[in-house]
């Protein structure tokens, strides 16, 4: 059974920082493109960072320079390091791994950015 669990999610001030993890099982993590995505209240979920398999990295507009994602093929675990964190990027942010016309996505973390 293929799963992905986030976590990492929580409330955080702006301008800081938080790392979102996800675990993935039940796929083959190496060979998979994984991403991070999210959806804020009363807008469509949309892209954020995703991986390919060779480690070749693609980010939305909004966040380039202060999201960074990474994976940890050993541990089966993509991660976003997401600084300067600005009240728009709250959302629940939602992993996605895709392998061929595999297209699964986890449960989501919630990040909440206020002071």
């Known amino acids: 059974q293929v799963q992905l669990v986030e976590s990492g999610g929580g409330l955080v001030q702006p301008g800081g920082s938080v790392r979102l993890s996800c675990a993935a099982s039940?796929?083959?993590?190496?060979?998979?493109?994984m991403g991070w995505y999210r959806q804020a209240p009363g807008k469509q979920r949309e892209m954020v960072a995703s991986?390919?398999?060779?480690?070749?990295?693609n980010y939305a507009d909004s966040v380039k320079g202060r999201f960074t994602i990474s994976r940890d093929n050993a541990k089966n675990t993509v991660y976003l390091q997401m600084n300067s964190l600005k009240p728009e990027d709250a959302a629940v942010y939602y992993c996605n791994a895709k392998i061929q016309l595999i297209n699964v996505w986890g449960r989501g973390t919630q990040v909440t950015v206020s002071s």
């Open positions: 991986i390919s398999s060779d480690g070749t990295t």
């Open positions: 039940g796929i083959a993590f190496s060979i998979a493109t």
